[in-house]
């Protein structure tokens, strides 16, 4: 029940009550208040409230600025030291502050923003407002003696180095309630949407403003339809999130549907809140049926076109209506190549020709980076492919000589984790393998492909299963058999000789792995004692390597 729903039903009880009734509502409520809450709701039974009654407003806000002031011009700042703190490796490092608060600005800090909420409380909000602006657009200075720099903090930054203590999500609807009081209709809207656009105003709903504050705001009806008007004329993620709870508020589903069909051009992010809203409600039916006409006015390069397309897909999974699954499909894969969508398209009954043409219009993409230019309106971010993945693509597509030819000319054996190479061996020797059941080693590797591919927790849900379902369709000739079989050998050689004779140690689980997985692909094929006799020979070839031998323990089934 949004707060537009509840305040509806909250009025339809008070007119049913009677005077006594209501009064002693009232009673009962201040009967069971918590004591710390006692005070505040004294003070929302009169007209005028004394929320900090002991202080001179004008000295003390004189004393803020002049203290803000030193602030900007650094007179005050915080101190700090860092250092190298390292991850996995020792490549893996990220440099680590430690601050110190000689001039115990949290203190004061904590203090201004009590001062603000009074302020509000007494309905100074002129005063609240500026003062709350003030203290939220300050950037704070950090000295580092040491090496005599100074670096710049904001207001969201102290709270995570926990410098300060405050609750910035109460200090963000304050602010927003104190500006719609004093800001005139007009100009209503712009004004808020400038604070939702503050890194500490992220995941607030302007909802949660008209739920705040000694009384209730007027003209929020008005109001809504300003603001879904401006944000309507708004480009960018943040107007088209705030566009879609707008509509919600003012006219459910019904609304939004309506807001998409209208400024689809610029926010086509509402088709995909409205189908996923539907799709939540179980309304199959009409999530299907707007994702189809989604899907036919939106330009087949918007990424986006692709998500509407998986949740019309899911939708028609419920009605078990085949037609729309393999049509929506294959739009996923035109809007957005991901390795995901491609391998679903191995679940469709004319595979090999749907498969083919996708891997020809992937390689009609441009190879810039997808987030390239969309920092703040990804919704209008078009498809493309790296060149990897389009190699990749091509791999699953049967190509595997080309695949083969084209790693064979790679001398990489370290830093695998960002090569092409890291992620096709152990794709070839899953390939190979003829086991029905994953085993650890094999089950690692599919892990390190997810990692490296960079699969979402949705689909690497079913990514096993995707290429357990692909693989089954493959076919493989003796000759290429021992082909890749003899090169995979000798690249798991070159690994492990760089890993582990270079002495990374942090990397041994990693040669283990291959090692592991060859081994049972070795048996799985008809070598006898594959696996075994493969860990057997490279702990004989690192024999004084205890860690490296205790990996292959972890690899052992249960």
């Known amino acids: 029940m949004n707060y537009n729903e509840f305040m509806k039903a ?8 009677s005077e006594v009734e209501k009064t002693e509502w009232i009673h009962n409520m201040a009967r069971t208040t918590n004591l710390n809450q006692r005070i505040i709701f004294l003070n929302s039974l009169t007209k005028k409230q004394d929320y900090c009654p002991d202080i001179s407003l004008k000295k003390e806000i004189k004393e803020l600025e002049d203290w803000c002031r030193k602030i900007e011009d650094a007179e005050i700042y915080f101190e700090c030291s860092g250092y190298e703190e390292y991850g996995e490796s020792y490549w893996d490092s990220d440099y680590t502050y430690e601050y110190s608060d000689i001039f115990e600005i949290g203190k004061e800090l904590s203090r201004a923003f009590q001062i603000a909420e009074g302020l509000l409380f007494q309905k100074e909000y002129q005063q609240a407002v500026a003062l709350y602006d003030l203290l939220c657009s300050i950037t704070f200075s950090a000295l580092d ?28 609807l304050n602010m927003m309630y104190a500006k719609y009081q004093v800001t005139e209709r007009g100009e209503r809207a712009a004004a808020l949407y400038r604070y939702l656009s503050w890194d500490m105003c992220k995941n607030i709903k302007v909802e949660e403003m008209f739920t705040i504050g000694p009384e209730e705001l007027k003209g929020i009806d008005r109001f809504m339809e300003d603001w879904i008007s401006f944000l309507k004329n708004t480009d960018g993620d943040l107007a088209g999130g705030l566009l879609s709870e707008a509509c919600i508020y003012q006219g459910g589903i019904s609304r939004l549907c309506e807001a998409a069909r209208e400024v689809w051009a610029r ?24 994702g189809m006409e989604a899907i036919s006015v939106l330009p087949e390069k918007l990424v986006i076109r692709g998500s509407i397309a998986d949740l ?6 419920q009605l078990e209506n085949t ?4 049509q929506c499909y294959e739009v996923a894969f035109y809007s957005e190549s991901t390795l995901y969508h491609y391998l679903r398209l191995f679940e469709l009954s004319d595979y090999q020709n749907i498969a083919d043409r996708a891997v020809q219009h992937a390689e009609t993409l441009p190879e810039n980076s997808m987030w390239e230019g969309y920092h703040k309106n990804k919704q209008m971010m078009v498809n493309s492919l790296s060149k990897e993945h389009k190699k990749l693509l091509r791999f699953f597509n049967g190509e595997f000589d080309y695949i083969y030819e084209d790693c064979k000319k790679d001398r990489t054996t370290l830093g695998w984790s960002n090569n092409f190479k890291g992620t096709v061996v152990p794709l070839f020797i899953l390939l190979l393998d003829k086991n ?5 080693a094999g089950q690692r590797l599919i892990d390190g492909i997810e990692y490296r591919l960079g699969f979402t927790e949705d689909h690497t849900k079913s990514f096993t299963d995707q290429f357990s379902g692909w693989k089954e369709k493959v076919v493989l000739r003796n000759e290429q058999y021992e082909k890749y079989i003899a090169w995979l050998k000798e690249e798991v050689d070159k690994r492990t000789e760089a890993v582990v004779g270079g002495n990374y140690r942090k990397s041994y689980y990693k040669a283990a792995v291959l ?3 060859l081994g049972e692909t070795l048996e799985s094929n008809g070598k006898l004692y594959g696996r075994m006799v493969t860990i057997e020979h490279y702990k004989k070839m690192h024999p004084r390597k205890r860690a490296f031998k205790a990996e292959f323990e972890q690899l052992n089934e249960e």
């Open 436 to 440: 029905k059941k994953l085993t650890k």
């Open 10 to 17: 909250v009025d339809e009880k008070l007119s049913a009550m």
């Open 267 to 290: 926010h086509p992010i509402l088709y995909q809140h409205a189908c996923k809203y539907l799709l939540n409600e179980k309304k199959e039916f009409e999530c299907v049926k707007l």
């Open 323 to 326: 037609d729309i699954i393999n």
């Open 312 to 317: 019309a897909a899911k939708a028609a999974v």
């Open 145 to 172: 003696s040491d090496i005599e720099e100074s670096s710049e903090l904001e207001l969201e930054e102290l709270v995570e180095e926990k410098l300060v203590i405050l609750d910035l999500k109460r200090i963000a």
């Open 515 to 517: 090692i592991t997985a």
